[in-house]
């Protein structure tokens, strides 16, 4: 009886494991936004669903241990086999998603979710299976399911917390369903040992297989992308970087977007990086780069604003806030940032660290992403006055806010939302890309500034390069705002999720692209 509810036990732990490993499975070539999640956890739930009713009706035909332990095996080797059958489908996935394939990508990804169908349902048919065969008397019914649940979810609880948190960073996911198989097995071994020896050495092979998958073939690379030089995986992100050209590139789970950029002989890369230098320059003229004496970071990522704000300001304090300690370490690495004695770099969420520091900025920037969504406590109206508590006198703030053509929804929310902390909000395309930058500042200042402090500091003729290209293109590249059409975020109700998919969905239906 003591086995058959650890079996619960176990059975319930991988079943929650499997979920969040399936997670990290695919978010490295799907992303991690809520409709990858959505449909992981509602097909994990279908499939428990009919593993739940079709074991029901399975104990009732033949409640014996022995079949449940078969059961357990077979669903062990199955979960183990997840990534092997996945490794093609998603090499291809990858593939499709760097050249825009959306057909191939939406293909390869149902191709995986189906792959979880025997796994997932044998895990759901082991619960109905204890209680009939643990289930003596009628009279102990309630108990004994009430025991059974109560196991199951306890190995829930443990297993919601092992993959990320443990697993994954140490092991990598491959390992982390390999394990997952293995201990299934091994359970079930142990099982089949007390309930039929001639079984046991029948299925025996199992756990070995799983061995020779371990050592054999998990070590390989989770993608093949040109200019790989180096991918691992933490507790929050599949880790990429690539080099070409000379350029090294930082990207993250799905590689949707770069997160850094950096070259031992340039600082102007594009991008919105060195658009958060601006936030400043909207103080009234004349306003010189000297004039900035602490500026943080929340998003550091791999230190590119970082880098190209010690470039324009000079060596002065800079708090980096990022909440992935090995994307950290690999921005020293392999980012420069460990040239930078003047970067503070924090592993630690954004808002927290903020709101713990003892100091006052003249520049905060916001740049934390998670494609294709922005964290929605960085958008609030409270976070905001954080923010603003946090500004020296003449200080301000440039958040960074993805909005294809023509769709501004986002962008408008989040400046009705500054807005309402702050008496001056601008917004500037960041060109070529699908990126606003909006700047708030603490007292009252107009656009004006930043054109009369760009035509100073090149009349002046020895700022640096980068604060005058970005300046430039700041200057020419304006938008309009419409801030009464904007929602504003407060922590009770910040849609960001929402608003983002909705113009993610149109954006693919209008133009056929991801």
């Given at each position: 009886?003591?086995?058959?509810?650890?079996?619960?036990?176990?059975?319930?732990?991988?079943?929650?494991?499997?979920?969040?490993?399936?997670?990290?499975?695919?978010?490295?070539?799907?992303?991690?936004?809520?409709?990858?999640?959505?449909?992981?956890?509602?097909?994990?739930?279908?499939?428990?669903?009919?593993?739940?009713?079709?074991?029901?009706?399975?104990?009732?035909?033949?409640?014996?241990?022995?079949?449940?332990?078969?059961?357990?095996?077979?669903?062990?080797?199955?979960?183990?086999?997840?990534?092997?059958?996945?490794?093609?489908?998603?090499?291809?996935?990858?593939?499709?998603?760097?050249?825009?394939?959306?057909?191939?990508?939406?293909?390869?990804?149902?191709?995986?979710?189906?792959?979880?169908?025997?796994?997932?349902?044998?895990?759901?048919?082991?619960?109905?299976?204890?209680?009939?065969?643990?289930?003596?008397?009628?009279?102990?019914?309630?108990?004994?399911?009430?025991?059974?649940?109560?196991?199951?979810?306890?190995?829930?609880?443990?297993?919601?917390?092992?993959?990320?948190?443990?697993?994954?960073?140490?092991?990598?996911?491959?390992?982390?369903?390999?394990?997952?198989?293995?201990?299934?097995?091994?359970?079930?071994?142990?099982?089949?040992?007390?309930?039929?020896?001639?079984?046991?050495?029948?299925?025996?092979?199992?756990?070995?297989?799983?061995?020779?998958?371990?050592?054999?073939?998990?070590?390989?690379?989770?993608?093949?992308?040109?200019?790989?030089?180096?991918?691992?995986?933490?507790?929050?992100?599949?880790?990429?970087?690539?080099?070409?050209?000379?350029?090294?590139?930082?990207?993250?789970?799905?590689?949707?977007?770069?997160?850094?950029?950096?070259?031992?002989?340039?600082?102007?890369?594009?991008?919105?990086?060195?658009?958060?230098?601006?936030?400043?320059?909207?103080?009234?003229?004349?306003?010189?780069?000297?004039?900035?004496?602490?500026?943080?970071?929340?998003?550091?990522?791999?230190?590119?604003?970082?880098?190209?704000?010690?470039?324009?300001?000079?060596?002065?304090?800079?708090?980096?806030?990022?909440?992935?300690?090995?994307?950290?370490?690999?921005?020293?690495?392999?980012?420069?940032?460990?040239?930078?004695?003047?970067?503070?770099?924090?592993?630690?969420?954004?808002?927290?660290?903020?709101?713990?520091?003892?100091?006052?900025?003249?520049?905060?920037?916001?740049?934390?992403?998670?494609?294709?969504?922005?964290?929605?406590?960085?958008?609030?109206?409270?976070?905001?006055?954080?923010?603003?508590?946090?500004?020296?006198?003449?200080?301000?703030?440039?958040?960074?806010?993805?909005?294809?053509?023509?769709?501004?929804?986002?962008?408008?929310?989040?400046?009705?939302?500054?807005?309402?902390?702050?008496?001056?909000?601008?917004?500037?395309?960041?060109?070529?890309?699908?990126?606003?930058?909006?700047?708030?500042?603490?007292?009252?200042?107009?656009?004006?500034?930043?054109?009369?402090?760009?035509?100073?500091?090149?009349?002046?003729?020895?700022?640096?390069?980068?604060?005058?290209?970005?300046?430039?293109?700041?200057?020419?590249?304006?938008?309009?705002?419409?801030?009464?059409?904007?929602?504003?975020?407060?922590?009770?109700?910040?849609?960001?999720?929402?608003?983002?998919d909705q113009m993610v969905l149109r954006f693919v239906l209008h133009t056929?692209?991801?």
């Amino acid at each position: 009886m003591p086995y058959l509810f650890l079996t619960a036990f176990m059975t319930g732990l991988a079943s929650l494991a499997v979920e969040l490993a399936s997670s990290r499975l695919l978010g490295a070539y799907f992303g991690t936004s809520n409709l990858v999640w959505a449909t992981i956890i509602g097909l994990i739930l279908l499939y428990l669903t009919a593993g739940y009713f079709a074991g029901g009706r399975w104990a009732d035909r033949d409640p014996r241990p022995y079949t449940l332990y078969r059961i357990v095996a077979w669903a062990g080797l199955a979960v183990a086999l997840v990534p092997v059958a996945a490794r093609p489908v998603l090499y291809r996935a990858a593939e499709a998603f760097d050249a825009f394939r959306l057909g191939a990508l939406l293909g390869a990804f149902a191709a995986v979710l189906v792959l979880l169908v025997v796994p997932v349902t044998l895990l759901g048919t082991v619960s109905p299976f204890v209680i009939r065969i643990a289930t003596k008397r009628a009279s102990e019914a309630g108990r004994v399911s009430g025991r059974v649940y109560a196991l199951s979810t306890l190995g829930s609880f443990v297993g919601t917390f092992l993959p990320d948190l443990l697993l994954v960073p140490v092991l990598g996911t491959r390992r982390t369903f390999l394990l997952l198989g293995l201990l299934l097995t091994l359970t079930a071994l142990g099982g089949l040992w007390g309930a039929q020896r001639r079984a046991f050495w029948r299925y025996a092979w199992m756990p070995l297989l799983i061995a020779a998958l371990w050592i054999f073939w998990a070590s390989g690379p989770i993608k093949r992308t040109a200019g790989q030089i180096y991918e691992t995986e933490s507790a929050y992100n599949y880790i990429q970087v690539l080099q070409r050209d000379g350029y090294r590139y930082l990207r993250l789970n799905e590689g949707q977007g770069v997160h850094s950029v950096y070259h031992p002989d340039q600082l102007i890369y594009g991008g919105a990086w060195m658009f958060f230098l601006d936030a400043p320059f909207f103080n009234a003229p004349p306003y010189a780069p000297a004039q900035v004496r602490r500026v943080a970071v929340v998003g550091l990522a791999a230190g590119t604003v970082a880098r190209q704000a010690t470039a324009a300001f000079g060596p002065v304090p800079i708090d980096g806030y990022e909440i992935d300690p090995v994307i950290l370490a690999v921005g020293r690495r392999y980012f420069g940032m460990a040239a930078l004695p003047n970067l503070h770099a924090y592993a630690e969420d954004g808002r927290v660290g903020l709101r713990r520091s003892p100091y006052r900025y003249d520049l905060i920037a916001v740049d934390a992403y998670r494609p294709p969504y922005i964290p929605w406590h960085l958008t609030t109206r409270e976070f905001f006055r954080n923010v603003r508590q946090h500004l020296a006198p003449a200080g301000a703030v440039a958040v960074n806010v993805g909005a294809p053509p023509g769709d501004f929804r986002l962008v408008n929310a989040i400046a009705a939302t500054l807005a309402g902390v702050f008496p001056s909000v601008y917004a500037v395309r960041v060109p070529g890309t699908f990126n606003v930058m909006l700047y708030a500042t603490r007292q009252p200042t107009r656009f004006g500034n930043l054109e009369s402090n760009f035509a100073a500091l090149q009349r002046q003729g020895h700022a640096p390069a980068v604060l005058l290209q970005s300046l430039g293109e700041a200057a020419t590249h304006r938008v309009p705002l419409d801030v009464a059409a904007g929602e504003v975020f407060t922590d009770d109700r910040a849609p960001v999720a929402l608003l983002t998919d909705q113009m993610v969905l149109r954006f693919v239906l209008h133009t056929g692209s991801p």
